[in-house]
């Protein structure tokens, strides 16, 4: 490792080890607190005030981000340079939505024009639902648009069905019908198990059903055209190698969207995006959303040893954002190599996980309050609410967004529990919070195309620039393919030398004598 990354990290180390103030008493302590750590861009304010960084902290993570060569790493990133080294490609969903390399950009709005003509013409046509198949990032970020933004579109409904578990499609298929379902089958690779063992039954309901040649019926999105023809689909609408799947919503991967929402949400989708890459390509460190929040990232998991992340969206309309960060975060960034293939020596991603704000409430934050696990959660909300019903939800809503991040710093002194548990000193212990814990919030103005596209481009631009502060590589996923060469040794019944457990329990659940006892 470079040796300035070394004693920057050594320092970074050596900070979060001392014994630092209070978070809250650094309101009165850092002048420029509040400045340096809220920001106001694209519709969003983010607010990392609450967080358990300093300017100590700050100043030392800029200089590892010039000791780990993030301005290079961003232009190269978006010109289309090498930037995922163990596949030996570039990652051009920048490109997808406008920014960056203009001769990738020219290829990939060719590709969008296919799309949008593709998704008028069957907007305007007889299908009145669609079953998008597809998992991972070629379901996780179409859900989340469908779901966020487009429940009352015009266009056909959409079901996303990524489970291999026969229980999720069978769910979808009975709320369409055969005659009108349009089938998307969305996969980047055209080999994914799951998606083509889905798409196959979904073909057979239709034919079922009497569908002539359903396999025209199919839209296949893909960056492997040539499979897709090969299996058959009616329309293929490719995008590149080079888009990587976590980061692919932006690609034809959206067409289900823009069938749903139509092409308006969708420019505005990628406008919001692109806004974002700007601010992402052209800002100075302490004034860059993405990569202060990448910083504030980095310092908890690898420097405090915070291995978890909570995210908590104070919408509904968000509800499945959650879950897309954890793939976009813990599959890009959730490594134990560096980008040379060296074992690291400190934490890398910490687990993303979390919910919807208040219903976590009533369940999970006990931990975060009181619990011996701590990380800094993010408490997201949106100004103005989605729906028309009293305004006293939503008032709430953000009321207790507000005071949760207030709790979870102010917490509650042994002297005020005693206070209220009237003595009783067990009692009180028990009602005690330690507080001091961090958080940040991050409030949109309105829940939009464009605000939305905005926001998942900060998402993956932090993802991105975490990754170049610990140097590893976010494009790959090489964890994931063990295990899918060990399900097919299993569904074969081919276990050698797996562990006894493995056998044991092929035995009682795949072999030809499992059944019911
Ligand atoms: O789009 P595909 O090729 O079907 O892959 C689906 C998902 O599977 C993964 O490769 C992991 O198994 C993800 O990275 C990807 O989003």
Redesign the pocket.
Known sequence: MDAGVSSIEAALAAHAASERPPIRTRFASEEDRMATLRLKLAGIRFDWSRLDIDTQALALLGRLADARGLAGARERLAAGGLVNTSEHRAATHMAERGSGNAALVAEAAAGDAALVALATQLRGGAMRHVLHI?????ALGPALLLDALARDGDGPAVEVVSNIDGEALSRAMARCDPATTLIVV???????AE?LTNAASAVAWLEAAGVADARARCVAVTAAPDKARAWGAGHVLGFAETVG??YSLWSAVGLPFVLRAGPDAWAALKAGAAMMDAHFLGSEWTANAPVLAAMADVWAARFCGQATRGVFAYDERLRLLPAFLQQLEM?SNGKRVTAEGVAVDRPTAPVTWGGTGTDAQHAVFQLLHQGTVIGPVELLAVRTPGHALDPAHHRQLLANCLAQGAALLAGRSMEEALALAGGDAALAAARTFPGNRPSSTILLDRLDPHTLGALLAFYEHRTFAAAVLMGINPFD?WG?ELG?ELADRVMDGTLGDLDPSTAALFEEALSEQAGPD
């Open positions: 597809g998992i991972g990032g070629s969305v996969s980047k690779t055209f080999t994914t998606t799947g976590r599959e996923q994931v899918k």
